[in-house]
């Protein structure tokens, strides 16, 4: 009999083990924004005061003339908040033959070189928007003289001189329009490849009836379903990297809510979204109206997670042993997989199995709880 058992038992592990490991992302979706063009720390508390939450990822724009002695102070502020700075690096002086052929290279090592002795990690969101025709480094850009192969050269040598550098503590960042703007373009014929990168990202914006172009109202699912569908063939984290809504033409109140609503049920490869807050093109801000901020205060607000407890009724027991089984033997995929990551990985999997195990048999005692 002990011998069946442990037989049985080393089948199940085997099978468990061969399981791919399912990532939850939008369920515990990271809040950024971009808070102003100096993150200072007055700023960030500010913002966070705004929202009634801490921001886990600040969002900076700089540009290829801009040394890293300017942008260490908003990174210590950054960092003093225990949040993660996210830089989108715009090389305004460069096209995509120029940085691949070396011409920023003595730029681009000091840079690395300075982000190397840092030491902190920095998320960089090099030519961003490609697949536009607005920037000098993108394809779809005047004169043509930016290619899918080009962009992709530039972006690899851009990496490579961070690693021949010795870097490792800067995460990479590729990144779309949600639409394809120009000749040419496209979501994926300019991916560097996943050695080159490590989150995906998107940029989108809900512009009403503002735009002197014919702008219209857009649901989420209308601005964003065809690049995320581009961008979750990837096997990487996607990540909105600039979002946000007009008032005009709609109800953005509303909008924040089935947007986020959206992201948690049908976008769930999103591992964080990242609010452009500013009053520009059209007010953007999450507190444009008392109305807008109020959703958006409600639809970050996190939610509370007893792990293991994957039935809610309170308790952790052989009910929940047997869902988990049941999900990792792939027969049972309705499960909410933030409860179920009981060691805090970010992927339910087999050492999830095993951890909630241990704990049934009283082996360990305490797993992890958000609501004491």
């Known amino acids: 009999m002990i011998k069946k058992v442990l037989i049985s038992f080393l089948v199940f592990s085997m099978v468990i083990s061969c399981c791919i490991a399912t990532r939850a992302y939008a369920a515990d979706l990271k809040i950024g924004a971009w808070v102003g063009t100096q993150p200072t ?20 724009f700089v540009n290829w003339s801009t040394n890293f002695d300017w942008i260490r102070p908003y990174a210590d502020a950054v960092y003093k908040n225990g949040s993660i700075l996210m830089v989108t ?71 490579d001189v961070f690693r021949n550098n010795g870097v490792s503590n800067v995460k990479w960042v590729y990144n779309v329009n949600c639409s394809n703007v120009g000749d040419g373009t496209s979501y994926l014929d300019y991916y560097p490849g996943d ?89 953007w801000r999450i507190n444009s109206s008392n109305a807008s901020l109020e959703s958006y205060r409600k639809a970050i607000s996190p939610v509370s997670v007893k792990y293991g407890d994957l039935n809610k009724d309170g308790e952790i027991d052989s009910i929940d042993f047997s869902i988990l089984k049941g999900y990792v033997l792939g027969n049972n995929r309705d499960i909410d997989t933030i409860a179920a990551d009981v060691n805090l990985d970010g992927f339910v999997d087999s050492l999830d199995f095993s951890i909630l195990k241990k704990y049934l048999l009283s082996i360990i005692t305490v797993l992890p709880d958000t609501n004491k």
């Not at 509303?254 to 999103?270: A, G, L, N, P, R």
């Open 41 to 60: 720390e007055a700023e960030i508390v500010k913002y966070q005061e705004v929202q009634q939450r801490k921001i886990d990822i600040v969002h900076q």
């Open 89 to 159: 690096w715009e090389p305004w002086e460069y096209n995509t033959v120029d940085i691949k052929n070396g011409k920023a290279d003595a730029y681009l090592t000091k840079m690395a070189q300075d982000i190397k002795s840092y030491g902190k990690e920095i998320w960089l969101r090099p030519l961003h928007e490609a697949n536009g025709n607005w920037y000098p480094w993108a394809i779809g850009y005047a004169g043509k003289i930016n290619t899918n192969e080009t962009y992709i050269a530039a972006f690899r040598h851009v990496v």
């Open 195 to 283: 050695n080159y990168v490590d989150y995906t990202s998107v940029d989108g914006y809900n512009w009403g009836t503002t735009q002197s172009w014919g702008s219209v109202w857009q649901t989420f699912d209308q601005i964003f379903s065809q690049s995320y569908n581009a961008l979750k063939t990837i096997n990487k984290p996607i990540i909105i990297a600039e979002w946000a809504s007009t008032e005009v033409g709609g109800d953005k109140a509303k909008w924040i809510t089935e947007s986020f609503d959206t992201i948690k049920t049908s976008y769930t490869k999103i591992y964080a979204a990242v609010w452009f807050s500013e009053n520009k093109e059209t007010d």
